[in-house]
């Protein structure tokens, strides 16, 4: 299928975003809505493990061993240097849809909640479910990570049983909204000589994606012009980078963000990584289809070209967004899938690569944990740690941020976000990749996780890191 008003070979690279007169158009928000992605579950206590004490509730952090096992942060070794998209080329603009609400193509999906949205069905509880969660935005048993790491050694304490139960974005859509209103807005801030920023961010970072497509119909509409090509004569360098994301539909920004990544000479593995291995199915296979409409290529078929072995095959898995996402645990098969991976890894001389990629691959994150609960019985290791042993390299990097995603998937964008920022100069790609991809998902988990795993506010470290505009739209997108 093609979006309609895309070219097929996609908008070239910076500058010059989109070819003059090429035009998408978008549905309406709610259009499409994506799976539930992996809740929680209970401590097995009736499956097919051994017998384990009653339980009387949750156990207080700290009061499991490391399943999970990810070591202390130090984020993902030998990942390209900080660098930047490219700059957009002069032209009419994006995505602007024609009129009206009849959008068709790119999907607008609601905030995800990726904790099944209820409780699974558990053995061993009255009725199958296990006791509800904490209240609060996140479960107060969540914070079971407390130093994260893809090259230490340090362990962590894990608490399997109780996972985040919802999640939140920081943006949510803006009430009373008007889109011939806020066009006016921004034309007057654009009119004339100097630009008001001031009145450019406080629209910008208070409106959802689908309320700024809206906007962009109604500024053509009504002055017969394109507001993508107006706030690129108004903008430059980061700021300009981060507006022009928030103004992509979030299917192509990550469909354009892996296409960049696996352009020209060279290949930005981290961010296949990052993209890839946290998606949900139906995020996984819409990016595919967006890839191919808007760019005129197979994504499986760069990857193979960009990668090579068993990195290739773990991306080539990914793409095909066919992971199990049934919410309800199969304590035998976790049982016999962590007996296969200790056969396959620690059990033997060299490493059966497929079995790993079989498991972490397809496994639901419900499933994954109690496998990684499994194999520390069984190994006296936690897998992530036989998982260090047994790999390296970016397929190492790979199958830990799956078994971190299962775990504390605000974890991983948290220590992401940590990364582009810590030490000499600012991943500002990254940055501003992960805040306006998470901004209506999960931006106040990942908020929480930073303070609880670095001791130091997300707009702190963002505050000191940034200047000018840029700064102060990047926290107004995150909020104090």
């Known amino acids: 299928m093609s979006y309609p008003g895309y070219p097929p070979s996609g908008y070239p690279a910076f500058p010059g975003y989109p070819p003059t007169g090429q035009e998408s158009v978008y549905p309406p928000a709610g259009q499409y809505t994506y799976p539930a992605a992996p809740g929680g579950y209970p401590p097995a206590g009736g499956g097919s493990f051994p017998a384990a004490p009653p339980s009387t509730g949750y156990p207080e952090a700290g009061g499991y061993p490391a399943p999970g096992g990810f070591p202390a942060p130090g984020g993902f070794p030998g990942a390209p240097p900080a660098g930047g998209m490219p700059s957009y080329p002069a032209g009419p603009g994006f995505g602007v849809p024609p009129t009206g609400p009849g959008f068709s193509g790119y999907p607008q999906p609601p905030a995800q909640n990726y904790g099944g949205g209820g409780p699974a069905q558990m053995p061993g509880y009255p009725g199958g479910q296990a006791p509800s969660p904490m209240p609060g935005p996140v479960c107060a048993m969540c914070s079971f990570i407390t130093n994260l790491n893809y090259s230490g050694n340090t362990i962590l304490n894990v608490i399997p049983a109780a996972m985040v ?35 450019i961010i406080d629209v910008v970072s208070n409106r959802s994606n689908d309320q700024r497509q809206k906007i962009k119909a ?54 296949l990584i990052e993209i890839l291995c946290t998606r949900t199915n139906q995020e996984i296979r819409e ?118 995603c299962a775990f504390d998937r605000p974890a991983f964008f948290a220590e992401r976000l940590y990364h582009a920022m810590k030490g000499a100069g600012t991943d500002d790609s990254t940055l501003i990749r992960i805040i306006v991809t998470r901004s209506e998902i999960d931006l106040v988990q990942i908020k929480q996780k930073f303070t609880e795993m670095y001791q130091k506010t997300l707009a702190t470290m963002i505050a000191s890191d940034t200047s000018g505009d840029y700064r102060r739209l990047l926290l107004a997108i995150v909020g104090q």
């Open 218 to 271: 109604a500024f053509k509409t009504m002055y017969g012009k394109d507001l993508i090509k107006d706030l690129k004569s108004e903008l430059s360098g980061n700021v300009e980078e981060l507006i022009l994301a928030l103004f992509m539909p979030r299917t192509y920004y990550d469909a354009w963000s892996l296409h960049h990544a696996m352009k020209g000479a060279g290949t930005q593995e981290r961010v």
């Open 287 to 404: 990016i595919v289809n967006c890839y191919k409409s808007e760019f005129g290529r197979d994504i499986e078929q760069d990857i193979r070209a960009d990668t090579s072995g068993h990195f290739e095959r773990l991306l080539v898995s990914m793409c095909q967004g066919n992971r199990d996402e049934n919410q309800t645990v199969d304590y035998q098969k976790a049982q016999e899938d962590a007996q296969r991976l200790y056969q396959a890894g620690e059990g033997k001389l060299g490493t059966d690569e497929s079995c790993f990629n079989m498991v972490l691959a397809s496994r639901s994150f419900p499933q994954l944990r109690a496998t990684a609960e499994a194999y520390s019985r069984i190994a006296n290791r936690d897998l992530a740690s036989s998982i260090d042993r047994e790999f390296s390299g970016n397929v190492e990097r790979g199958l830990k941020a799956i078994l971190q």
């Open 165 to 199: 139960q919802y999640t939140q974005g920081t943006i949510q859509a803006a009430p009373n909204f008007d889109a011939g209103r806020d066009a006016e807005i921004l034309r007057k801030a654009m009119k004339g000589f100097g630009t008001d920023e001031k009145a």
